[in-house]
């Protein structure tokens, strides 16, 4: 039970969403198979366990968790990356990518992108979040270590003095459309009194106890969503297969079931939901055989370098999402130019951009072109449908008469398509085969460990455990978690 704008709100069992970074099928099955995952395990024998959700792309953060909250691809919520190139303000667009990137960026740019222009300037006002439609009917919820946050309540946020000289803020203040319930490392916390080592987000165990400070003092909205970050960085050293980070959340996940008289009470009093955002692929050891450097390949022609103003003069800006790449045309570049000089490197699976009405795809490894576009004669597995020409063979289709069947890429084209129609200009996605990763000027890299961010299904299948409800999305894709969650808090209200 919750107090809001001075009438009082509630629903019998709140959801309860928590998002473990990284947090992918295989390592999870493993955990809870020897036992290493016992709450994890509960929960997932209590309800049921979908292994297959198809996440957003690109596979970052930021645009999965636009995608998770806000029902729509990239096309529509227009958070394209990590890391983009605005044509409009002629600018990057770096939420944080590695420190040495950021820095050359700009700290106080990438700063601002990431606590203000995202939620408040890039963030489509077409589409509303979770948090914002809830509020319309009354209803209340929670954002914890989340940095798509978008809500309905006006609140003031406030940076610490040693950062306050890394911002735009005057002093250190700045407001924003937040949550009834919002946590974010320093500049929002819950608990009167509690720090975390992180300055812009928590730590596992700081953000459990920001949860369980909710469930001890009975204030549960009626939807919390609340990220552990950790496993991330240490899957990108040690590689996809590491589940010391499942076994340290799972303790945490622990504590909150022990909180209730049984376990078994606490399913019957919440609806639980636990979810990956992005899975992994392990990456080579030697730098020149897996680590493909954009800059290398187009190096005839003038591109923008990241600690200055754009110049009349430059050609190409790259964006590096991991294993992922937005190639931006500037100047009068011929694009199939750019894509034969691509295509000399076999080690980049796809190469796609837009070309009238349709998208086009061609690769580095395979023969022939491929063209695609919305609404057509053949259906995908999402009831979708596409007019589709050319060799299918290039995105890994099937067919079964018109039926389109997805493998290598989950939902290839409505993604593609997501990625491509996610803010103006015209550029190029490319897509790296697995166990190689792009760079470009500074980018962060991880030989002999992990990496994310292309169309691969090793990076785009993450699992979801329900328990507390008989109910599941329409479909396995996160897009699909939005309308999920407000069905069954819109049946509570009902009954």
């Known amino acids: 039970m919750v107090e809001i704008d001075n009438h009082v709100v509630s629903i019998p069992k709140p959801v309860i969403l928590l998002n473990i970074d990284s947090l ?35 596979t970052m953060s930021v645009t999965i968790d ?47 992108h990431m606590l203000y222009n995202l939620n408040n300037v890039h963030l489509s006002e077409k589409v509303s979040t979770i948090y914002e439609e809830l509020a319309r009917i009354g209803l209340s919820s929670a954002s914890i270590n989340s940095f798509v946050y978008r809500g309905n309540k006006l609140q003031q946020l406030k940076i610490p003095k040693f950062l306050r000289t890394f911002t735009y803020f005057e002093d250190g203040k700045w407001t924003m459309k937040v949550p009834s319930i919002f ?25 459990a106890r920001e949860l369980r400070y909710l469930i001890h003092k009975q204030k549960l909205p009626a939807f919390t969503f609340c990220i552990f970050q950790d496993m991330d960085a240490r ?20 504590k909150m079931l022990n909180m209730f008289d049984s376990w078994e009470e606490a399913v019957n009093s919440n609806i639980w939901m636990i979810i990956g955002d992005n899975g992994h692929s392990a990456t080579g050891t030697k730098y020149r055989d897996y680590i493909i450097d954009l800059r290398k390949l187009l190096n005839n022609y003038r591109i923008v370098r990241i600690q200055r103003a754009v110049h009349k003069k430059d050609e190409l800006a790259i964006c590096v999402n991991q ?54 004669k053949y259906v995908d597995e999402f009831n979708q449908s596409w007019w589709i020409v050319g060799n299918h063979e290039l995105l890994d289709l099937k067919w079964i008469e ?21 803010h103006p200009g015209q550029f190029l996605v490319v897509n ?6 792009f760079k470009a000027q500074s980018t962060p890299f991880h030989l002999s460990g992990a990496a994310h961010g292309s169309l691969h299904k090793q990076e785009s299948i993450v699992p979801l455990i329900i328990a507390g409800t008989n109910e599941q999305p329409i479909t396995p894709r996160i897009i699909d978690l939005k309308e999920f969650i407000f069905r069954v808090i819109q049946e509570q209200l009902n009954e």
């Open 235 to 254: 899957i990108h050293f040690k590689g996809p297969m590491d589940i010391k980070g499942i076994i340290k959340i799972d303790r945490q996940i622990q």
């Open 432 to 437: 790296a085969k697995p166990g190689c990763e």
């Open 323 to 376: 294993r992922m790449a937005y190639v931006y045309m500037l100047d009068h570049v011929n694009i199939g130019t750019i894509v034969e000089k691509l295509k000399h490197d076999k080690r980049i699976d796809i190469i796609a951009w837009k070309e009238n009405d349709c998208i086009r795809v061609e690769s580095a490894m395979k023969e022939g072109t491929l063209y695609f576009r919305p609404n057509g």
């Open 183 to 207: 946590s974010l490392g320093l500049f929002s916390k819950l608990r009167p009194v509690g720090f975390t080592a992180q300055l812009a987000a928590g730590n596992y165990k700081y953000m």
């Open 402 to 422: 018109n039926h389109i069947v997805y493998n290598d890429f989950p939902d290839a084209l409505a993604r593609l398509h997501g990625a491509l129609y996610s």
């Open 66 to 112: 636009s995608s998770l909250l806000t029902g729509t691809y990239a096309d529509k919520h227009h958070i394209p990356g990590l890391n983009w190139f605005d044509t409009e303000q002629n600018q990057f667009v770096n939420y944080g990518t590695g420190f040495r990137e950021t820095f050359r960026m700009g700290m106080k740019k990438s700063i601002h």
């Open 24 to 58: 992918m099928p295989q390592p999870l099955e493993i955990a809870m198979q020897t036992g290493r995952a016992p709450a994890l395990k509960f929960l997932m024998e209590q309800g049921r366990y979908i292994a297959n959700m198809v996440t957003s792309f690109p």
